[in-house]
C-alpha cells in the first residue's frame, strides 16, 4: 500500500495515549479544485457513473472522475483514505495501549469491524516513543493471513526505565464480504491478492467476478423472454463463450432493457483481462506490466457493477408485468 496506509492522516491522534479506534469517513477527491467530497460507505459511486448521474464535487460542482479515482487506489499512489470508497475499501485506525513486557490481546472484532468482513491488510506501527517496540508475537508464519485476532508484546530498549505501557497501533484495510453472492466473493479475492501485491493471483478471480455475474444475468434474460430451460443450458454450455457474452450478448441486452452501454475502453480492458486469465489457467501466471493490470482490475470492478445492472432492470420490468 502507500506511504498514507503506513502513515495516514491521523496527526491529531499522535499525542493522545488512550484507547480508540476510528473508521475513516469515507470521501471522493475532486482533481478539479483539489477538495474531499463527503459520502457514505454505502453511496453506489460506481453505479451511479454508469447510468450518468455522477457524483459531484460538494465544493466546486464539478463531475467526480471516479474512474482515476478507482485507478488510483489500485496503483496504490495518492491518499489511501480518499481513493480507496470508489472499491468499497474502508480503513480503521486503532489506539491501544500496549503494556510492556507483557501481552495484550486485540480483537478487531471488538474495533468496530464486523466479523464477517474480509480483512485485506492489517499494519501494525511501532508506538511512538523511539525506546518501544510492538511485535506480533504469532508473525513468524510468513503464510499466516490477516485475521481478527493478534497477540502483540511490548518490549522496551532504553536504558530509563519503562512507563507501564505506550500507545499501540494498528491500521487496517478491509471490505464488506457478501458471502451470498459469487461474484461479490471473488471480486473481494482478486482485491485481496492485488492489494497484498500478488498481482498474478488478482487475475483469475477478477475474470470470475465479471463473468459469473454476467452470466447469471443472461440466463435471468433469457428465461424472462421465455427461453427453455433446457435450452438455456445447452447455450450457456455450447456457445455463450464470456467474450460473446461480453461483446455482443451483454450490448443487445443493454439495448433492450434500455441500459446505457459500456464504453469502448471499459469492455477493451476486460477483454484484455480474458486473454490474461486463459494465460494464467494454460500457461501459468501472465506476464504483464502494473498500468497494464491495474486497467484490467479497474475494468473488472466496473463491469462487475455494471452486470448487475441488467438484473436490477429485469427485476423491474417483472414487478410492473
Partial sequence: MSDEFDNPPYDFLADIRLEVSETARPALFCFQCGNMTPTSHDEDVIGRMLTNCHPLCSTCGKTLDVLNLLRLALMHEGNAVGFTVPIGLRHTIILYRLPI????????????????AQILRVVHRNPSMQDAIAVDIDALDTSRRPNFQYRMLGL???????????QGDAAILWAMHDVDDVGRQQLVHAMDAFTNNRIAEAIIPANVAVEHTLGRVINDYFEWVGVAKDRRKSFARDAATFSHQLNVLSPA?????????????????????????????????????????????????????????????????????
Fill in 253 to 321: 441486452i443493454a439495448h433492450h432493457l434500455h441500459a446505457p452501454p459500456l464504453s469502448g475502453d471499459l469492455r477493451g480492458s476486460l477483454n484484455r483481462l480474458r486473454e490474461l486469465r486463459n494465460d494464467a489457467a494454460h500457461a501459468g501466471p501472465p506476464v504483464a506490466a502494473r498500468e497494464d493490470v491495474v486497467d484490467c482490475m479497474v475494468a473488472a470492478v466496473v463491469g462487475f457493477r455494471y452486470a448487475r445492472l441488467p438484473g436490477e432492470l429485469l427485476d423491474t420490468a417483472r414487478s410492473t408485468g
Fill in 156 to 166: 522496551w530498549r532504553g536504558t530509563d526505565p519503562p512507563p507501564d505501557d505506550v
Fill in 101 to 116: 513486557g507483557r501481552i495484550k490481546e486485540l480483537d478487531l472484532r471488538r474495533e468496530g469491524i464486523p466479523p464477517d
